[in-house]
């Protein structure tokens, strides 16, 4: 386990002095014209690496996640009742909701343009009863997490 957390370290410490680089190049090219093609050049190489380590932390984070739920099952049986309750809270929202076009002023302009149709209307409203559903689980989590503790003891 040592060993893996000292490669860990020297692949963010490796990380980090390539991000360092190209932030300090990109500054150090940094001019007034916007068609300078050596700060376009720094530019998208810097973007570009901040691609690549987006694409690695969210590879990373699906990988740790899978191998926590495979290492302990009490966290994968609780996460699997999150996620589930995610997904009830999410159909029975899609059902509750409505296709019905909203009322309010200048919506034919966005009927006209093809930006509100029935399915966006539709997607609308799930979101808010989804937003409606997560504001009373919070409320009610809040107020009832004290009560569940006094009967824990």
Partial sequence: ?????????????????????????????????????????WLNYNIYWAYVLFIVVCVLAFAFAIYQTVTDK????????????FILIGVVSYMLSSDQMPKFLGVESFIESGQLTLNVSKLIDTGLYVTYFLFIVSILSLALTPLFRLFEK
Avoid: H, Q, R
């Fill in 1 to 41: 386990m040592a060993k893996i957390g000292k490669l860990l370290t020297y692949i963010l410490l490796g990380v980090s002095v390539v991000s360092v680089i190209l932030m300090f190049a990109l500054m150090g090219n940094v001019s007034s014209n916007e068609g300078d093609p050596k700060m376009d050049f």
């Fill in 74 to 85: 009490k966290s994968a049986k609780s996460g699997a009742l999150v996620l589930g309750g």
